[in-house]
C-alpha cells in the first residue's frame, strides 16, 4: 500500500462524501424544519439522473443536460412539495412514511413508463483522461470535477444558509418553527423553496454521478439510507452537521471499501479476509451511526436545544 | 338497546365467518380450479403473521420500527442454513429461529430503545442495513444470490411443509394463535401498562411502570413472532436472499400495518391481505401496477386517516344500530 493510493482513497472518498451532502442537504433542512420523513427524497435523485441523462442525450452536451435536468427537478419539487407533501407535514411521522413510500413505487414506476428502466449517460469525452495531480499521483479529471463543484455547492450553501437573510429565516425555522412563523415568517412559502433547491442538489448529485454508478430505476433507494444516517449522524436540521457527516460518512464507506480491505488481507489469512473485508467495510457506516447515537442522541450538531 | 351493545356480537359473527373462510378456502379454490392460488393464499397468511407482529411493536408499543425485515429475514436465514446443513427437524429449525431472532431483538431492542422519535426509526433501519449487508457478503451461504432449498421443514406425524396444502394450514393456525394471543394480551394487565406507556410515556414511568423492560419485552416478543414468518416463508418459496432484508421490505410492512389499521388487532392482517390482493389484481392488468398501488397508498393517507380498520368500525357501528 502506497502513499499515492492512500491519497487517491481519500480523494474518492471526500468525492463521494459531497455527492452524499448534495442528497443531505434538503433532507436534514424538510426533516429539521417540518418534521417530516421524506423516504422519496432518494426518488428525486433518481429523477434527476434521468432527466439530466436525457436532456443530455437530446441536446448533445453534458453540461446542458446537468443544468436543464437540474432546473427542472427543481421545478418538479416545488410542484409534488405544494400538492402533496405540504399537508403531510401536520401529519404524523407514520403518515409521512406510508405516503412518501407511496410516492417512491409511483415514481419509479412513472420513470419506467416515461424513460425505460435506464438511460444512458457518459461524462464529456474531454475529460475522459486521467490528471496528474502530483508526481506519480493520477487522478481521473472527471472525478476531480465531481469534487470542484460539490466544493462550491457546499461552499454556496453554506454562506447561504449561514450568512444570508433567507438563510437566517430557514436556521430560525429549524430552531423553533411556530416561534418563527409567530414572528411573521411565510414558512409555506419559505419551505417550496428550500424544497426546490433541495430537490435541484439532488438532481446534482444523480447528473454527476450518472456516468461513474448507473442512470437506472431504483438508484434512489440505497443512497436514500446513508443520506439517513448522514443527517442523523450531523444532527438533524443543521447544514453543518450535514456537511460533515457527509464527508465522514463517504470517508468511511470509501476508505472501509478499498484501504481496511488491504489491510485486512496483509494482516489475516486469505480466506478471512476476503470474507471479513466486504461486510466490515459495508456496516461500518451504520455502525458508526449506532454509536454516534447512543453516545449523543442529538447527532454531532444538535439543532435544538 | 344502545349501539355499542351489539357491536360484539357483529365481532363473534365477523370472526367466525372469516375464519371458516380461511378454513373452506383451499376446497372453495379446488371448486373453482383455481388451485394455483393456494400458495397465493398462503403468502398472504405469512405475510399477515409478519405484519401482525410488527403492529405489535407499532401499534401496542408505539415504536415506529424500520427495521422488521431484519427479524423476518433473519428467521428466513436461520432455517435456511439449517436446511442446507442436513438438519430437516421442523421443531429444532423452530426452536432454533425462535432462539436466534428473539436474542438478536433483545440486542437490538437493547440498544435502540434508548433513543426515541426519528432516532428509533433510523437506528432500527441501521440494524436492519447490517444484517442486510452481512448477508450479501457471506458468500458461503449464497452471498447476494441468495439460498435455493431442495427441501423443507419436517414436522412429527410427517407434517411435511413441501405439501402446499399442509403449509397452508400450518402457517393459518400460526397466525390465528397469533391473532389470539394479541386479543388476549390487550386487555391483560402488561397489555393495559404497555398502552398507558404508549399514550404517556413520561406518565407511565410517573406511576412506577418499567416501561424500559415491558418496550423491550414487546419488541422481543415481535422479533420472535417476525422471525417464524420468516421461517415459513423460506418454507413457501424454497428461497431466501439478501432482499429479504431489505429497507424496502420493512418498509412495506409498514404499509401493511398502516393500511390495515395501527393498533387493532386485525390490522396488520388486513393489511397484508389488501395490499398482496392489489398487488396481484393489477398485476394482471398491467406491468405498472407498483405505479397504481401507490396511488391507492396516497388516497388511504389522505382519505381514510386510520386506515381500512378505521372504515370497518365504522360500519361496524352502523351494522349494529340497525
Not at chain 1, 222 to 250: D, H, P
Not at chain 2, 154 to 179: C, M, P, Q, R, T
Request: proline content about 3%.
Amino acid at each position: 500500500m502506497t502513499g499515492i493510493f492512500v491519497l487517491e482513497q481519500v480523494l474518492n472518498g471526500l468525492q463521494f462524501g459531497l455527492m452524499l451532502f448534495l442528497l443531505a442537504a434538503g433532507l436534514t433542512l424538510i426533516f429539521g424544519v417540518m418534521d417530516m420523513i421524506n423516504l422519496a427524497h432518494g426518488s428525486l435523485y433518481m429523477v434527476g439522473a434521468f432527466l439530466c441523462a436525457w436532456l443530455a442525450s437530446a441536446t448533445g452536451s453534458f453540461v446542458f443536460g446537468i443544468l436543464g435536468g437540474v432546473v427542472l427537478t427543481a421545478l418538479f419539487g416545488a410542484v409534488l412539495e405544494m400538492l402533496l407533501l405540504r399537508s403531510l407535514y401536520a401529519r404524523d411521522h407514520l403518515a409521512q412514511v406510508l405516503a412518501t413510500f407511496a410516492l417512491i413505487l409511483i415514481l419509479n414506476d412513472g420513470v419506467k413508463m416515461v424513460f425505460g428502466t435506464d438511460l444512458p449517460l457518459s461524462a464529456p469525452a474531454s475529460l475522459d483522461g486521467p490528471v496528474e495531480l502530483l508526481p506519480g499521483l493520477m487522478y481521473p479529471a472527471y472525478r476531480l470535477l465531481i469534487l470542484a463543484v460539490g466544493f462550491a455547492l457546499a461552499l454556496l450553501l453554506y454562506v447561504l444558509v449561514q450568512k444570508t437573510r433567507v438563510g437566517a429565516l430557514v436556521r430560525a425555522g429549524a430552531a423553533n418553527r411556530e416561534m418563527s412563523g409567530a414572528m411573521g415568517v411565510n414558512v409555506a412559502r419559505l419551505f417550496t423553496i428550500v424544497f426546490a433547491i433541495g430537490a435541484g442538489l439532488c438532481a446534482v448529485a444523480g447528473g454527476l454521478l450518472g456516468p461513474l454508478l448507473a442512470v437506472q430505476v431504483g438508484m434512489g433507494e440505497n443512497i436514500l439510507i446513508l443520506a439517513f444516517v448522514v443527517i442523523v449522524i450531523g444532527g438533524i436540521g443543521s447544514i453543518r452537521g450535514a456537511l460533515i457527516g457527509a464527508i465522514l460518512v463517504g470517508a468511511i464507506d470509501t476508505l472501509g471499501r478499498t484501504l481496511l480491505q488491504q489491510m485486512l488481507r496483509e494482516y489475516l489469512p486469505p480466506q478471512w479476509a476476503s470474507a471479513a473485508g466486504p461486510a466490515i467495510a459495508s456496516i461500518a457506516v451504520y455502525v458508526f451511526m449506532a454509536v454516534v447515537l447512543v453516545a449523543k442522541p442529538q447527532g454531532l450538531f444538535p439543532v435544538r436545544s | 338497546m344502545a349501539p355499542a351493545d351489539r357491536s360484539g356480537t357483529v365481532d363473534f359473527a365477523a370472526v367466525v365467518l372469516v375464519t371458516v373462510l380461511a378454513v373452506v378456502l383451499p376446497w372453495l379454490l379446488r371448486a373453482l380450479q383455481m388451485d394455483f392460488y393456494l400458495s397465493f393464499a398462503s403468502r398472504i397468511v405469512v405475510y399477515a403473521i409478519a405484519a401482525t407482529s410488527l403492529n405489535l411493536v407499532l401499534g401496542y408499543g408505539g415504536l415506529v420500527s424500520l427495521g422488521h425485515a431484519a427479524f423476518v429475514g433473519l428467521g428466513s436465514y436461520v432455517t435456511a442454513i439449517l436446511l442446507v446443513e442436513g438438519v430437516t427437524s421442523g421443531t429444532v429449525h423452530l426452536v432454533t429461529t425462535v432462539a436466534i431472532t428473539a436474542s438478536m431483538a433483545l440486542f437490538i431492542g437493547a440498544i435502540s430503545l434508548r433513543t426515541r422519535g426519528v432516532y428509533f426509526i433510523m437506528i432500527t433501519l441501521a440494524f436492519a442495513q447490517m444484517l442486510f449487508y452481512l448477508a450479501n457478503s457471506v458468500k458461503g451461504y449464497g452471498g447476494d444470490e441468495g439460498l435455493t432449498l431442495r427441501v423443507r421443514s419436517l414436522f412429527a406425524f410427517g407434517i411435511d411443509l413441501k405439501n402446499g396444502l399442509v403449509f397452508y394450514y400450518v402457517a393459518l393456525l400460526v397466525l390465528a394463535l397469533s391473532l389470539f394471543a394479541l386479543a388476549r394480551f390487550v386487555p391483560s394487565r402488561l397489555g393495559r401498562a404497555v398502552l398507558a406507556l404508549r399514550d404517556d410515556e413520561v406518565r407511565a414511568e410517573a406511576l412506577g411502570f418499567p416501561t424500559f423492560r415491558y418496550k423491550l419485552t414487546i419488541f422481543v416478543v415481535a422479533g420472535a413472532l417476525a422471525g417464524v414468518a420468516g421461517a415459513l416463508s423460506v418454507n413457501l418459496q424454497g428461497y431466501v436472499s439478501p432482499n429479504a432484508l431489505h429497507w424496502t421490505q420493512s418498509g412495506t410492512l409498514l404499509v401493511m400495518v398502516i393500511l390495515g389499521g395501527v393498533g387493532s388487532v386485525w390490522g396488520g392482517a388486513l393489511g397484508a391481505l389488501v395490499l398482496l390482493l392489489l398487488q396481484e389484481v393489477l398485476a394482471a392488468y398491467t406491468q405498472y401496477w407498483e405505479f397504481w398501488t401507490g396511488w391507492v397508498l396516497l388516497g388511504v393517507v389522505l382519505f381514510a386517516r386510520r386506515g381500512l380498520a378505521g372504515l370497518l368500525f365504522a360500519i361496524r357501528a352502523r351494522v349494529a344500530q340497525r
